[in-house]
């Protein structure tokens, strides 16, 4: 008989860059981090489920796949954003942020919650949503804002109408337009991991026969909707702004969202408003650092 022996077990450990900036700074250090190897990159903020770690700071954490990427990483990113090393240790990393979503309400009434975590409250509209891979559980204020636009304007924006959702992340507003009343939601995002979270959050609330969701880019799409969402970052709204614009009915809506204000990032909103001009401004709403246009069509409604 011989002998068998068990091979040690390896703990994983994943190492990080983690650096905090300049809300303005942080798309372009977000591309810097992976041009120069990360596989990955998280932004944190006072808004997000995982806070920030520096307050009026953008905190970027971005993984590599070992330690001499990261340091060769670091090496070349300004000193001013003060990159420093950490380290992801084991697995449990992947659920941990679950223990931050609780059930919440977007705007009073509407209330969302995790699939672990039950809620018998008095709320009149509840959605069940696992965010999983992609953006978006309605605690960010840039999908509240346009949750909210919805809420201000039921009859106008939803009730009946066929809404298109351009960057869906994992949904949410989707499924908030059609809770609302909206008859159907066309879904598209770039990520295929988002279009997939979307179709499982739209099943998880008996939506799925009013949802299509796919990668096909906005350029692709030929059909013209009453109400048009697009909750994307601005330097994104304004390349895609001739896109956006044709996918808008004579007389429909577009709302806009992801625009830091302007005494936040100045020259933000001055050039989404640029790019969206032969439309019509109905209004501004804003909620923290953050607005939301929402805008007309010219034509009969």
């Not at 960010?140 to 909210?148: F, I, N, Y």
């Not at 949904?171 to 337009?177: D, E, F, N």
Request: aromatic share 6%.
């Amino acid at each position: 008989m011989s002998d068998s022996v068990t091979a040690p077990t390896t703990t994983p450990r994943f190492p990080l860059l983690v650096l905090d900036v300049d809300p303005a700074d942080a798309d372009e250090a977000s591309a810097a981090l992976f041009e120069l190897g990360a596989t990955g990159v998280e932004e944190r903020d006072a808004t997000t489920l995982v806070k920030g770690t520096s307050a009026g700071k953008t905190t970027l954490v971005a993984s590599f796949a070992d330690f001499r990427e990261a340091e060769a990483a670091r090496g070349e990113l300004p000193a001013s954003w003060g990159a420093r090393h950490e380290e992801i240790v084991g697995d449990a990393w992947r659920d941990d942020w679950k223990k931050h979503f609780r059930p919440f309400e977007i705007f009073p009434g509407f209330v969302v919650r995790p699939p672990w975590e039950a809620y018998d409250g008095p709320a009149t509209h509840v959605v069940t949503l696992e965010p999983g891979r992609a953006f978006g559980t309605g605690l960010h204020e840039t999908t509240s804002l346009v949750a909210g636009v919805f809420k201000s304007h039921p009859d106008s924006l939803v009730a009946g109408a066929a809404v298109l959702d351009v960057g869906c992340g994992s949904g949410i507003l989707s499924i908030v337009a059609l809770t609302l009343g909206a008859s159907t939601a066309r879904a598209i995002d770039v990520d295929p991991d988002a279009v997939a979270v979307t179709r499982e959050n739209a099943e998880r609330n008996g939506l799925a026969a009013r949802v299509v969701a796919d990668t096909a880019p906005v350029s692709a799409i030929a059909e013209r909707y009453p109400t048009v969402l697009a909750n994307i970052e601005a330097g994104v709204l304004c390349a895609l702004a001739p896109a956006i614009i044709r996918c808008v009915l004579p007389g429909g809506t577009l709302v806009l969202s992801g625009i830091l204000a302007a005494d936040v990032i100045p020259g933000q909103v001055d050039a989404v408003r640029a790019a969206y001009a032969e439309l019509e401004e109905v209004t501004l709403a804003r909620k923290g650092e953050w607005v939301a246009l929402v805008l007309r069509a010219k034509g009969p409604a």
